[in-house]
C-alpha cells in the first residue's frame, strides 16, 4: 500500500518554524519514506513493480538532489540558519564536518566528503544531504543510513537522472552502505544521543 501525502511536513521540517538564529532536529522515521527530490516524479525515480505488497509514504520535498528512503534504521538530520547571509556550501561544510566529527568519535573511519554534499566510508555513501533557500532562512537536512539494508533502497529507487562524478554509474546496491554493514555495531539510540549532545556546539 502507498501512501501519496501531497504537502511536505515530515518532523525534520518543524524546525522551519523555530525563531532560533540556529536550530537542529534529529528524527528516526516509525515508517518507511520515499522522498521525492523537488525536480522528481514518482514515475521517473521509483520503481513500484518490485514492491507491491511493501507500505511505504511517498512526499516531495521542497530542497533539490534526487530521490531518497528514510526508515526506522536511518536518521533524518536536519538545520535551520535563520535571517543569515551563509552560503550553501557554508552550510554544508559546518553540518557535514559535524557528523563527520561524531562519528569518528564512534570509531568510524575512512570517512570522507563526496560529491557536492555526501558523506562516504570510502568510496560508498552513508548520507545525503539538500539545502532549501528562502530570503529569510536556509534549512538544510540530511539522510544518515545507520542500518538500512541496500537491498531495500536498490528495490524501491530506479537509477537517478544525475549523480555525482564519485558514483561513476554504479548501482544503489554497490554505491550505497550503512554504518552496519561497514562493520559498526554501535546502536542508533547512541548514535541520536551523541548527535544532539554535540550539536551544542554547533
Known amino acids: 500500500m502507498i501512501i501519496f501525502k501531497e504537502k511536505y511536513d515530515l518532523p525534520d521540517y518543524s524546525i522551519i518554524e523555530s525563531k532560533k538564529d540556529f536550530d537542529i532536529n534529529i528524527w528516526q522515521p516509525e515508517e ?30 521542497p530542497s533539490g538532489g534526487h530521490t531518497v528512503v528514510v526508515s526506522p534504521k536511518t536518521l533524518v538530520i536536519s538545520a535551520v540558519f535563520r535571517n543569515s ?29 563526496n560529491g557536492i554534499s555526501d558523506i562516504s566510508i570510502g568510496n560508498k555513501k552513508i548520507l545525503g544531504s539538500s539545502i532549501y533557500k528562502k530570503p529569510n532562512f536556509t534549512f538544510y537536512h540530511a ?42 555495531d554501535f546502536s542508533i539510540e547512541q548514535l541520536v544521543e551523541k548527535l544532539r549532545f554535540e550539536s551544542k556546539n554547533i
Do not use: C, M, W
Not at 99 to 110: H, P, S
Not at 147 to 160: A, K, T
Open 32 to 61: 518507511i519514506y520515499v522522498v521525492l527530490g523537488r525536480s522528481d516524479s514518482f514515475e521517473q525515480a521509483v520503481n513500484n513493480r518490485n514492491n507491491v505488497h511493501l507500505h511505504y509514504t511517498v512526499v516531495k520535498r
Open 85 to 113: 547571509n551563509i552560503k550553501s556550501k557554508e552550510v554544508f561544510t559546518k553540518l557535514n564536518t559535524f557528523i563527520i566529527k561524531v562519528l569518528k568519535e564512534f570509531g568510524v573511519e575512512n570517512l570522507q566528503e
Open 143 to 184: 539522510v544518515l543510513n545507520h542500518s538500512e539494508e541496500v537491498d531495500l533502497i536498490q528495490s524501491l529507487l530506479n537509477h537517478p537522472r544525475r549523480e555525482p562524478d564519485y558514483r561513476k554509474g554504479r548501482s544503489h546496491k554497490d554505491f550505497v552502505t550503512s554504518l552496519a554493514e561497514a562493520g559498526y
